[in-house]
């Protein structure tokens, strides 16, 4: 698998997921439509130049996915049970149309879990950077993680 199994993570690891990805309108418009959002501020070129930031800003919520996705190759491809949640999700600043985004991706804590002594629990902290190197998108999220199988 090309995921990372519970045993191989280790508290302070840091990793630097690639490619990056570069947002889109298209991006913006179809994920805000599929998810029923009818914001102005994501949608409406207009109404958005005589707001705040004076442009569309991107949805937060897919740049929390698009930053979560950029990890998914290296870290849990093939060897995550499953998402067990999300928490202290902040968007330090705005995403626009055109940026580029880099994850990183740091391990916070790793435990054996309680309650199901076969898999770990990985807490994650997910980050996102434009490419001026600004914070766009923090949040911590618990993996439930296979370990690795007998030999």
Known sequence: M??????????GDVFRHQPSRTVTETDNLLFTALTM?????HLDAEF???AEFGQRLVNSIFTLGLVVGLSVGELTLGT??????????EFPRPVFIGDTITAETEI??????????QWGIV???HRGINQRG??????????MMRRKPAA
């Open 2 to 11: 090309a995921g990372k199994y519970f045993e191989e993570f280790r508290v």
């Open 37 to 41: 959002n009818p914001q102005p501020l």
């Open 48 to 50: 958005s130049k005589n």
């Open 80 to 89: 995550t049970v499953g998402n067990l949640g999300f928490e202290k999700t």
């Open 108 to 117: 916070i804590e790793v435990r054996e879990s309680k309650s199901r002594p």
């Open 123 to 125: 807490m994650f902290e």
């Open 134 to 143: 600004e914070v766009v998108v923090r949040a911590r999220r618990a993996g």
